[in-house]
């Protein structure tokens, strides 16, 4: 029987959306400060310094806060309080319960009762990524969770172990759930979500025969 692996954020609960809220009030406190900033400039900009930030220091979650306290210095000048306080903003969502996405409760109680092991393979910082998993409803479905730095073809490697052909990983990146499991042999199925991070954009299309795009969890069914 195939290997099942599915992604946490913005696969199984929405993610993404909290990052959006956070960029939206940060970029707009620099804007209040600066009437004459593009919301466009600000998140370019803030874009930029994650980037930076992502090689740096990997995707610890204190990196978001890093990222907007030196936007904020790049506009507006060094300011300890205010500087502060954006962090302090940026940081705000990140205890928030994120939301499930609908239909991936049904999707894997059913592919429990078809005899699936699942295995929930999400990156980020292990203790962040923990807390999260286990504030969500969905711990309970999984036979194993692995929280990586990065999903690179090697850390894939070596959580499927000597049968990658028989793996199956279903996520929301085609960056980092999709491409590093079809690099292995096995096969990777994309879930869309309606916004994305800028990290895990890719400017080109995907051809290969273990690949397929669905346009939401539910559809995983048809498959497995």
């Known amino acids: 029987m195939l290997q099942v692996y599915?992604?946490?954020?913005?696969?199984?609960?929405?993610?993404?959306?909290?990052?959006?809220?956070?960029?939206?009030?940060c970029a707009h406190l620099i804007?209040?400060?600066?009437?004459?900033?593009?919301?466009?400039?600000?998140?370019?900009?803030?874009?930029?310094?994650?980037?930076?930030?992502?090689?740096?220091?990997?995707?610890?979650?204190s990196r978001f806060g890093l990222s907007w306290t030196e936007t904020?210095?790049?506009f507006l000048g060094s300011n300890e309080a205010e500087q502060a306080a954006i962090t302090s903003l940026a940081m705000a969502k990140k205890e928030k319960k994120t939301n499930p996405i609908y239909g991936a409760k049904k999707t894997l109680e059913t592919l429990r009762r078809?005899?699936?092991?699942?295995?929930?393979?999400?990156?980020?910082?292990?203790?962040?990524?923990k807390q999260r998993v286990e504030r969500s409803s969905f711990e309970p479905y999984f036979k194993e969770?692995?929280?990586?730095?990065?999903?690179t073809p090697a850390v894939m490697q070596s959580i499927v172990g000597g049968r990658p052909s028989d793996a199956v990983m279903i996520g929301?990146?085609?960056?980092?759930?999709?491409?590093?499991?079809l690099n292995l042999g096995g096969i990777g199925i994309h879930i869309p979500y309606h916004t994305t991070w800028e990290y895990e954009k890719i400017d080109f299309e995907i051809e290969h025969e273990n690949f397929t795009a669905l346009t939401n969890i539910k559809e995983v069914l048809n498959i497995l």
Do not use: C, W
């Not at 599915?6 to 009030?25: A, G, I, M, Y």
């Not at 969770?145 to 999903?151: A, D, Q």
């Not at 929301?172 to 499991?181: A, E, F, H, R, T």
């Open 172 to 181: 929301n990146s085609l960056k980092s759930d999709v491409l590093p499991i």
């Open 145 to 151: 969770i692995f929280v990586v730095l990065e999903k």
């Open 6 to 25: 599915f992604d946490f954020d913005d696969t199984l609960v929405k993610t993404q959306v909290l990052f959006e809220e956070s960029k939206r009030d």
């Open 72 to 74: 904020y210095a790049h």
């Open 114 to 129: 078809k005899g699936y092991d699942l295995t929930m393979i999400t990156a980020g910082e292990t203790t962040t990524q």
């Open 31 to 61: 804007q209040q400060a600066n009437p004459a900033l593009s919301f466009e400039e600000i998140i370019g900009k803030f874009n930029a310094r994650e980037a930076q930030n992502i090689k740096e220091h990997g995707l610890l979650s």
